[in-house]
């Protein structure tokens, strides 16, 4: 836990203004996020929702509460077994199997496992239980095996969405049936249709509606009072707004402190939406940019303002993760090499820079500050973070240069520590990989190779090409080239010293065209030894949605320009 007492904030849907988290428990937190409906892969605007829910969790935990984190599963609803009956499949294997594919979409995005993961079918006994109690209270009513509740016996009904009760939309996820007392009221249990699944009931064969198993699991896994509910703010109305009118008919005493919903997610700023045709999964997304890449992308934006998906901002938080891996993996080497080459380090008196001790102080401070002010990452990403890579580069180069022991051995102890720092701070944000630098920098290579539609054998060839042509003073043609390979994102790059070169993902300039993960156009980058910082983004104000830099300009083979 943080050693400093940090006043945490959060914005609180239901009363629309920021507060200061208080749990009901002293240090325990428990919290309840909605799950996803599994009938196909989860999009972009799913990864949006639960890594802004990860990171609220893997910031709880960093303060050093004790977190019961749970998210559900909607595995039987009207859109699973349409889709069990397109493609001839069993409604529950169909939704087990795209449990399993949310599960490894998680999993690549770097989002801890819940506490608990429950399923609709598998908590049926707790759904009647309640229904069973809100009728018993009088706040529901059947008709011919169907449960409806009755909005009219919830005077409150509308307090967190703002809507009065005249200004409801019935057949929102359900249809409109004349036979209830009130348009707005909606269904706890459906009667059982031919060919559909079933269970059992007091009311005779059916299944839960849609609302009332949030409530149900919600009130057996973490009790009818408990401290945060979460999900997209397209669940304002009318899900969580039948959520609070059905668990306060069951229990009166149901309260839950902090409502939490994060922004819908554009395309080319027009919503996301399959009639558009700008739909996109997460696989879809993660086929050819680096998981890491998509959470930054999303990190890099308030949980609560609309976040613009593009390829150019993908291909930007792109660069950015592989910069930052690059640097951590210099790092590494440089601190082993120079721990191996010398009994300075080990035995030396030494002490971290002002200048380092100075960056370490503001990164953690700014983690601690800007994240209890309604988890605002976009500062801590485009700043604080920014500053620090620089300045690690900076010892780098002091490492790699001819200077006296003591300032190596300086250099040495900042960037460890400054290293150190880095990672803790990534760790927090869920932008920490459990595999190597070397590893992760490889998998972005091989995604860059993908959308280029290169092998690495083409890029080598052409690396062979354009040293041949540069030792026949081709100049043009060697501009050539490597235009060519940064028009298709790879960046190639001279080796001080040496005759040899490299090469590495780099962002493309991309022309108006509709936002398909799989054809971004052309670009350009700039060339260095050391990797270069992707440059700074605007920072937003509270809430914002976040600007994009444009891409650096391509270096060119002659005349040669120096890296500055």
């Known amino acids: 836990m943080a050693n400093e007492k940090v006043e945490f904030q959060v914005y609180n849907s239901m009363t629309r203004q920021k507060e200061v988290f208080i749990p009901k428990e002293p240090g325990k937190v428990k919290m309840y996020v909605c ?8 999009h972009i605007g799913h990864a949006r929702a639960y890594v802004a829910f990860d990171l609220l969790y893997r910031y709880l935990k960093y303060l050093g509460y004790e977190v019961v984190y749970v ?22 294997a169909l939704s087990g199997r795209y449990c399993q594919e949310f599960l490894k979409d998680m999993d690549d995005l770097q989002c801890l496992q819940p506490t608990h993961q429950p399923r609709v079918t598998e908590h049926m006994e707790q759904i009647k239980e309640m229904i069973a109690k809100i009728m018993a209270n009088g706040c529901a009513y059947t008709i011919n095996g169907d449960v409806y509740f009755s909005v009219d016996s919830f005077p409150e009904y509308g307090r967190l969405s703002g809507r009065k009760l005249e200004d409801n939309r019935a057949g929102e996820r359900v ?25 059992e009931s007091p009311w005779g064969p059916g299944r839960p509606g849609w609302h009332i198993e949030c409530s149900a699991m919600s009130a057996h896994y973490l009790t009818h009072s408990f401290d945060i509910h979460g ?36 395309i080319d700023d027009e919503k996301m939406s399959k009639s558009l045709g700008n739909f996109f999964t997460i696989r879809e997304v993660t086929r050819l940019y680096h998981p890491l890449a998509l959470r930054y992308f999303l990190l890099g934006n308030h949980y609560r ?34 721990q191996q080459g010398t009994e300075t380090a080990k035995n030396a008196k030494g002490r971290v820079t002002p200048q380092a001790q100075e960056c370490i102080n503001k990164l953690r401070n ?19 973070l920014q500053e620090a890579l620089k300045l690690m580069n900076s010892c780098l180069t002091i490492l790699k240069k001819k200077q006296q022991k003591q300032q190596h051995l300086s250099a040495s102890l900042s960037l460890t520590e400054l290293l150190k720092e880095v990672k803790a701070v990534l760790d927090v944000l869920g932008l920490l990989a459990g595999s190597t630098c070397a590893e992760v920098l490889q998998q972005f290579k091989e995604r860059a190779l993908k959308r280029a539609e290169l092998t690495e054998e083409d890029v080598l060839h052409a690396i062979e090409e354009r040293a041949l042509a540069r030792k026949n003073k081709d100049f043009a043609r060697s501009d050539q080239i490597r235009t ?14 040496t005759t040899e070169t ?37 920072q937003p104000s509270a809430a914002p949605q976040q600007e994009q830099p444009p891409a650096a300009p391509a270096q060119q083979d002659h005349p040669t320009v120096p890296p500055q």
């Open 366 to 384: 700014e983690l601690k500050t800007k994240l209890s002010d309604d988890l605002h990452t976009p500062t801590i990403l485009n700043a604080a």
């Open 484 to 497: 060519d390979l940064a028009a298709k994102g790879i960046s190639l790059m001279d080796i001080t010293g």
């Open 175 to 199: 249809e409109v049936d004349s036979r209830k007392k009130n348009p707005a009221d909606f269904a706890l249990w459906k009667s059982a249709k031919p060919g559909e699944p079933s269970w």
């Open 305 to 338: 303002s609309p976040v613009n998906y593009s390829i150019s901002q993908i291909e930007i938080a792109s660069e950015s993760v592989f910069y930052i891996y690059q640097t951590l993996l210099d790092s590494e080497e440089a601190l082993s090499a120079f």
């Open 35 to 42: 799950g996803v409906t599994s009938y196909d892969y989860s």
């Open 231 to 266: 999900g997209g703010m397209d669940l304002t109305f009318p899900h969580h707004e039948n959520e609070i009118a059905q668990s306060c008919a069951a229990c009166r005493e149901s309260n839950i402190s902090y409502w939490m919903h994060n922004g819908f997610v554009n």
């Open 71 to 92: 998210r559900n599963f909607t595995d039987v609803d009207d859109k699973i077994i349409r889709r069990a009956n397109e493609l001839g499949e069993d409604p529950t």
């Open 502 to 538: 490299a090469w590495r993902p780099c962002v493309r300039s991309i022309q108006e065209q509709p936002a398909a993960p799989a054809q971004p156009k052309k670009s350009a980058a700039a060339v260095q030894e050391q990797p270069v910082a992707p440059s700074q983004q605007k």
